[in-house]
């Protein structure tokens, strides 16, 4: 019988086309039936024009699209359902940067840590547990696939509140030693290495190659490179903890209290940290959506190469039962042992036709072990509010937060939350 995956929030055209199009060129899934479900139906409808093209130029064809407006239905007898939606689009993401920016907090993306990450949290949850919740009568032994931030969030309050099988994945793990050797004008063939935290914030522990420790060599090459480059929070992470880690220097600046400061504002051009770019996303989505439009659903000689996303991979090894290795987003339960059990970890993990293993790791260094730590119990509190209705735990998450509690008062925190609250209120449905 042909696979089925679902794929909720294809109205993200390019994200649609590379995780689609990547099933469309494996073989184990070039017959599969692919529902789509978003609620944007314009959208959705030229996600599905646009892939039935691509499946007739490079998959003779051999799929079935489909369309769907009915989430039950989409998700009837799914084997795969790969979730990809941002609740309240960027009108909801507005007030995440402009309320904090009153009370003097700064932050960059601040959609997986951060106030911002909390906020967007507080909002997904809800519209995840519902789809959980059709899963679990209508598809229950589907495995979900979730690329949505905040991850760790996300896919934690599915762990913990759900008995539906999901990984969370991400972008940054199976490109981080890559793009690490080549910034610093090494080669990455025959590297091995050894990824290990939590998403966005996972740490290098190990990388060698032919048995030969890399981290001396890289550590010196890191400190000679004086020119700007895109790395600078991360190699001074590297520098002062001893781990480089997964996620960008935009990103890795909010995860931590030492970076973003009002009392020290030379750090932000020191650094190459930027925190306005949420003003021109809107206008940058615009001209998104009308250059895919010309170059995507627009083209009959629509093609594609595979990437290097994980979801395809995965579904092979499980139709398949061929193993590969991944780094994947799923519940602690001892795998790192110097962090929380409730955790939701990123860890390598072994795929085949038994389903995701994660892998052990044991104890973290101490120090970052410690600073995911500082990030852990912000997004263990985030799912408490959202799965129990406790607004006294979004206090505690904010303030809890490193980024936050670095920058602001505890009654500052306080009425920040309250403004949030109150421009978040209908998606925010666990409060009374």
Known sequence: MAVKIVFIGSGSIIFVKNLIGDCLMTPALQDAHIALLDIDHEKLKLSEKMLNQL??????????????????????????????????GYEA???????????????TYADTLGVGGLFRGLRTIPVMLSIARDMEEV????LMLNYTNPMAIVTGAI????????????HSVQICVR???????????????????????????????????LYPEIKRRAAERNVEHDDRVRYEIMNRFGYYVTESTQHSSEYMPYFIKRNYPELLPRFGILTEMYK???????????????????????SHERTHEYASFIMEAIVTDRAIKIGGNVMNSGLITNVSANACVEVPCLVDGSGITPCYIGDLPTVCAGL???????????????????????????MLDPHTSAELSLDDIVAMCDEL???NRNYLTFLS
């Open 55 to 88: 499946n007739d130029n490079i998959n003779l064809g051999r799929a079935t699209i489909k369309a769907y407006t009915d989430q039950r239905e989409a998700l009837r007898g799914a084997d795969f359902v790969i979730n990809a939606i941002q609740v309240g």
């Open 93 to 107: 993401v507005i007030p995440d940067f402009e309320i904090p920016m009153k009370y003097g907090l700064k932050q």
């Open 139 to 142: 598809c229950p032994n589907a």
């Open 159 to 170: 762990h913990q509140a759900t008995s539906i099988q999901a990984i969370g994945l991400c």
């Open 179 to 213: 793009d690490l050797l080549h910034g610093l004008g090494m080669d990455d063939a025959n590297v091995k290495s050894k990824i290990a935290g939590i998403n966005h914030q996972a740490w290098l522990l190990e990388v060698h190659r032919d048995g030969v420790d």
């Open 280 to 302: 021109d996303w809107g206008k940058s989505q615009q001209q998104y959506w009308n250059q895919t439009k010309a170059e995507m659903i627009d083209n009959a000689d629509l």
């Open 372 to 398: 995911n730590s500082t990030n852990i119990h912000m997004q263990l509190l985030t799912i408490e509010a959202a799965l129990y209705g406790r607004k006294e735990s979004i206090y505690h998450a904010a």
């Open 421 to 423: 609250i109150e421009v």
